[in-house]
């Protein structure tokens, strides 16, 4: 019992939406929650308005429940842009079937279509919660303009009226944007003596909060020089290695092309395949240098010879070493 009273203090029956325009017609679900430990939801009724009423309302149909929409006669009739209304539906009553009642620790929805909505501030919808064991919860409190929830709230329409504000609500919006003004640097340097004033309040507060800004502003700058250096030094890099290969490339395509020219040479192969030098073959083949060669062939220099053919002394060796 001592862990259901929590439970019973805050559950209430809502519903939602909870603001309409008027004129329109909406379409309304009433959450029914079942708060006690040990008995069952077995009937819900909900009262319509009868000095602002609806001209029509129907109901959804919910799984092991019956309805009924009760219509009544108006003690004082409503003229509205559709006429005068003399009658109304004042009450609409759900029953459960023996096996789906709302079990404790469950909740069930109901969901009304009513229209035209009346044009007024707000619409209260008291309800009355009857359990398995007789026990009847009446939701019939209106909640004050404070937004203080009373204990047993009806579930109200807000038409022309703003819906009352939640203390708790506002305290954590308030809580929210004190946040948001410490957590932004700089903030109050840019105000006017009022602004100092909200922020020296907290002075702990926004000094702690804005020097981890100012750390993670440094922090990212630095990072992103050092992201260009390293380009830049991958560039050099570059540069350096390609302007390295190229008299390398060079140097070694001289020697290439000098054996091009070497075997460029084999023309100076003589006739005889040989390899001697095309030059030294003498017209017998001998390999004398042909300059050598006397005109007898006996392989002296010509010049050695006397001039009536006698042999003279030998001048010269051919190049075979004769």
Sequence with gaps: MAAAAPLAASAHVPVSPNQASAGSYSTLTFKVPTESATASTVKL?????????????????????SADVITSTLATPVTTDDGTITEAPT?????????????????????????????????????????????????VDATPASGVEPEHPAPTLYINDAPP????AAAAGAGGATATVAATPGAGAGSGSGGGSAVSGSD?????????????????????????????????????????????????????AGSAGSAGSAGSVGSDGSGRPAGSVGSDGSGRSAGSVGSDGSGRSAGSDGLNGSEGPEKSTGSDGE
């Design 45 to 65: 009724e909900i009262d319509l308005p009868t000095d602002t009423p609806f001209g029509s309302v129907s109901y959804q149909p919910v799984a092991g429940w």
């Design 91 to 139: 009450k609409i009553t759900f029953t459960a079937d023996a096996n789906s009642a709302i079990a404790p620790g469950q909740f069930q929805q109901f969901v009304l279509s009513a229209g035209p909505v009346p044009d007024t501030g707000s619409v209260m919808f008291p309800v009355h919660q009857t359990y398995s064991d007789g026990t009847v919860v009446d939701w």
């Design 165 to 168: 504000v939640d203390p708790d």
């Design 204 to 256: 702990t507060t926004t000094s702690t909060s804005a020097s981890p800004s100012s750390a993670d502003v440094v922090a990212l700058s630095v990072g992103i020089a050092g992201l260009a250096l390293a380009a830049i030094a991958l560039v050099v890099a570059v540069l350096a290695v390609t302007r390295t290969r190229r008299p390398a490339v060079a140097a070694a395509a001289a020697p290439s």
